[in-house]
């Protein structure tokens, strides 16, 4: 638990985060996984922001905080226990050293072909109830909202990886837990570090390549100006967003407007995911036109030898906790009836 003089400092870092006005009678304060360049923040700020406190009439609005704005990325749940933050909006396999089940709720590593397909396994799959089970086990007083992911990344790098093999040696930015174990697999070397920092240790040789985001927002970061390499359509990861609140603050709302929140959520993530969809699209055949990069496809044969590693690692993950097997048992159960195991 934080400090009282943290949590002082932390609430009044809340009122002077954003420079954004808001006229809803509640503002929801939620910090993100996002870097305050993400297009996605920007997006769900300028373009979801408004239709909330429209949907609610005026009781609601959200204040969406870019990562580690007010506590440290894997602090999030601890922050709404102490009623820091009302919520997050965040990755959840920046939790994933708690138990390996957030490893596998965080990023099933080269699981899922589309974003779409995620936030159907959440919905509809019995992920939302099994993420729900590892909050109540390891910080209660957490309800979630919804999960998913809004894209499937593309992959960063300063060196041609056109193989499973040209992975070896490769010093690589990437969360601990899951996505760590397949690149050690592959013969890589991870390196854990937070999204704000990857661009500081690409230029300086720190890491040669980072599981980072979407192909827009690396693009909107400047990664490929010194990161030549991409990989697109990507080959790992689709990363889990999940949405919470205090379960304080939840009890504390209407029926109406729980209801508001929950559908605005599925709302807005669709509208992000169609976004990123188009965006990456858009920028990927303006850096080919251009020429200045090596936008790299790999081919099917490469893409099924990384899933079986992975597949693998799943495996692993899944015996190491109860929790564990289930979300393992819930991941495979879906894509078996998905057609895509």
């Not at 934080?2 to 809340?14: D, M, N, P, Y």
């Not at 920007?42 to 969406?64: D, N, R």
């Not at 919804?146 to 070896?168: D, L, M, N, Q």
């Amino acid at each position: 638990m934080k400090s009282l003089g943290t949590a002082l400092v932390a609430a009044a870092i809340l009122g002077s985060a954003s420079g954004t006005a808001y006229a809803a009678d509640r503002v929801l304060k939620v910090q993100t996984s996002q870097s305050a360049s993400h297009v996605s923040l920007s997006y769900l700020t300028e373009e979801w922001g408004p239709k909330l406190e429209a949907m609610t009439g005026g009781a609601l609005g959200i204040e969406l905080l870019p990562v580690d704005a007010v506590v440290p990325r894997r602090e999030t749940p601890e922050a709404i226990g102490a009623g820091i933050l009302d919520g997050d909006m965040t990755a959840t396999s920046y939790f994933a050293g708690v138990d390996p089940a957030f490893a596998l709720m965080g990023d099933l590593i080269a699981g899922y072909d589309s974003a779409d397909q995620t936030q159907a396994f959440c919905a509809q799959g019995n992920g939302k109830e099994v993420l729900q089970k590892l909050m109540d086990e390891h910080y209660p007083g957490v309800h979630v909202i919804g999960c998913g992911a809004y894209s499937r990344e593309a992959f960063v790098s300063k060196v041609p990886i056109r193989t499973v093999e040209e992975f070896k040696g490769v010093k690589v930015r990437s969360p601990e837990g899951l996505a760590a174990d397949v690149f050690k697999r592959v013969g890589a070397a991870p390196v854990s570090m937070s999204g704000s920092e990857t661009y500081g240790a690409l230029e300086k040789g720190v890491i040669d390549a980072a599981d980072n985001s979407a192909y827009a927002n690396n693009d909107s970061n400047g990664m490929h100006k010194i990161a030549k390499y991409p990989i697109y359509p990507g080959i790992h990861s689709t990363p889990f967003i999940q949405f919470t609140l205090s379960q304080d603050v939840w009890d504390s709302l209407t029926e109406q407007q729980q209801v508001a929140l929950e559908v605005w959520y599925q709302a807005a993530f669709t509208g992000l995911r169609q976004k990123f969809d188009r965006l990456d699209q858009q920028i990927v055949a303006r850096d080919r036109a251009a020429g200045d990069l090596t936008i790299i496809d790999w081919p099917q044969e490469e893409r099924d030898k990384f899933r079986e590693t992975a597949q693998q690692a799943w495996e692993d993950f899944a015996s190491q906790s109860d929790l564990a097997k289930e979300a393992y048992d819930a991941h495979v159960a879906f894509l078996k009836e998905a057609g895509l195991l």
